[in-house]
């Protein structure tokens, strides 16, 4: 399961109990139109509910080398894949792995604070004559009306306009708060004897095997089990290691 795929996973498991209204996507996508227009950026806001993206060209499409004319409308798909073609390669990979340590980051912020930040990223992308732009992304995710759950997905690719430090941060937007989110800040989702159960199961061994190893109970590796499996919102002990893997837990 590559990043990609687990973000899918993680997306699709999400359980929209409320549909929003036509007039929320609306909403969104004129607040899109506004970005572009003010700020000259190329916004994407992609709907998690429908599986479509909405492609707004402010200014910087005209220095990128993307096409406007492909998408009218929407693009049939949260994933915008002819903007990532732009996207240097190694930046591309990094910036899908970001996010996805950005999901998990406000998943577990209470749900007063949730969406009240945004990840920004150091990319390059490709300009029309072959040069790379220094970029600055910037996602915003958006509830659903559970205030819980995330409906959109705010993309804006601009130039970089602020002297970003990190390759990626998080800005909490009310208190001006950076957090950095670092490849094994993975590790900090599970306890350390969450990541030595996880280990052992990775290697195969089974609950009883784990117990004589770690020298606790058969009911204790079952409890480190449910809580690994719920704070990595994966469905069993299989996907909780691919997952592992991919944020470098394991």
Same mark, same amino acid.
């Given at each position: 399961?590559?990043?990609?795929?687990?973000?899918?996973?993680?997306?699709?498991?999400?359980?929209?109990?409320?549909?929003?209204?036509?007039?929320?996507? $609306? @909403? %969104?996508?004129?607040?899109?139109?506004?970005?572009? #227009?003010?700020?000259?950026?190329? /916004?994407?806001? =992609? &709907?998690?509910?429908?599986?479509?993206?909405?492609?707004?060209?402010?200014?910087?499409?005209?220095?990128?080398?993307?096409?406007? $004319? @492909? %998408?009218?409308?929407?693009?049939?798909?949260?994933? #915008?894949?002819?903007?990532?073609? /732009?996207?240097? =390669? &190694?930046?591309?990979?990094?910036?899908?792995?970001?996010?996805?340590?950005?999901?998990?980051?406000?998943?577990?912020?209470?749900?007063? @604070?949730?969406?009240?930040?945004?990840?920004?990223?150091?990319?390059?992308?490709?300009?029309?004559?072959?040069?790379?732009?220094?970029?600055?992304?910037?996602?915003?995710?958006?509830?659903?009306?559970?205030?819980?759950?995330?409906?959109?997905?705010?993309?804006?690719?601009?130039?970089?306009?602020?002297?970003?430090?990190?390759?990626?941060?998080?800005?909490?937007?009310?208190?001006?708060?950076?957090?950095?989110?670092?490849?094994?800040?993975?590790?900090?989702?599970?306890?350390?004897?969450?990541?030595?159960?996880?280990?052992?199961?990775?290697?195969?061994?089974?609950?009883?095997?784990?117990?004589?190893?770690?020298?606790?109970?058969?009911?204790?590796?079952?409890?480190?089990?449910?809580?690994?499996?719920?704070?990595?919102?994966?469905?069993?002990?299989?996907?909780?290691?691919?997952?592992?893997?991919?944020?470098?837990?394991?």
């Amino acid at each position: 399961m590559n990043i990609r795929e687990t973000l899918n996973s993680e997306f699709s498991r999400q359980h929209l109990n409320t549909v929003m209204t036509d007039d929320a996507l $609306e @909403r %969104y996508v004129r607040i899109a139109e506004g970005y572009a #227009e003010i700020e000259n950026v190329l /916004a994407v806001l =992609s &709907d998690l509910h429908t599986n479509k993206s909405y492609v707004i060209h402010g200014s910087f499409s005209d220095i990128v080398d993307v096409d406007k $004319e @492909r %998408y009218s409308e929407y693009i049939p798909s949260i994933w #915008e894949d002819d903007i990532f073609k /732009a996207i240097n =390669s &190694d930046d591309l990979e990094m910036k899908m792995l970001q996010e996805l340590l950005f999901f998990h980051y406000i998943s577990r912020c209470s749900k007063s @604070r949730r969406f009240n930040h945004c990840l920004m990223q150091r990319l390059r992308m490709r300009s029309r004559n072959g040069e790379w732009i220094e970029t600055l992304h910037r996602l915003y995710y958006i509830p659903a009306q559970d205030g819980k759950t995330i409906r959109f997905a705010l993309c804006l690719y601009g130039a970089m306009t602020i002297n970003l430090k990190a390759d990626a941060v998080v800005i909490d937007i009310l208190t001006g708060e950076t957090i950095k989110l670092n490849k094994p800040s993975g590790i900090k989702i599970l306890s350390p004897q969450e990541i030595s159960v996880l280990k052992l199961i990775d290697e195969g061994n089974r609950s009883k095997g784990i117990a004589d190893i770690l020298g606790i109970s058969l009911h204790t590796v079952s409890r480190h089990r449910q809580n690994i499996i719920a704070k990595l919102k994966v469905r069993n002990s299989a996907e909780a290691c691919k997952i592992a893997r991919t944020l470098s837990i394991l």
